[in-house]
């Protein structure tokens, strides 16, 4: 069993930045890939970015290539996902999920685990 918990969420000006950060618990979080999803008001979730159990292999939705970056440390049990040059369109509640197969996904089925979300609005 695996709990996530999100943090960093906020407001902030367009072209800013934010740093989230999804802290879980469970000796088995250091084998399981791990994603980034958001959800804005009226839409699916949708696809961020994920890293492998290692955190050597990322893979980043295009919206967001460039500009967000996706890291792990297993040693403190946390992902994290730096924004930088933030969009009013990147404005949504973000979740982090963990996946209990080898194998990392970008579609939010997929996922085992889930988090209670952070919100984090742009402001233009």
């Known amino acids: 069993q695996v709990q996530l918990v999100e943090s960093g969420g906020g407001l902030v000006q367009a072209g800013g930045s934010l740093r989230l950060s999804c802290a879980a618990s469970?000796?088995?979080?250091?084998?399981?890939?791990m994603g980034w999803f958001r959800q804005a008001p009226g839409k699916e979730r949708e696809f961020v970015a994920v890293?492998?159990?290692?955190?050597?292999?990322?893979y980043y939705a295009d919206s967001v290539k460039g500009r967000f970056t996706i890291s792990r440390d297993n040693n403190k049990n946390t992902v994290y996902l730096q924004m930088n040059s933030l969009k009013p369109e990147d404005t949504a509640v973000y979740y982090c999920?963990?996946?209990?197969?080898?194998?990392?996904?970008?579609?939010?089925?997929?996922?085992?685990?889930w988090g209670q979300g952070t919100q984090v609005t742009v402001s233009s």
């Open positions: 469970g000796r088995t979080f250091i084998s399981y890939p």
């Open positions: 890293t492998n159990w290692r955190g050597s292999n990322t």
């Open positions: 999920g963990a996946r209990s197969s080898v194998a990392a996904s970008y579609r939010a089925h997929e996922y085992d685990y």
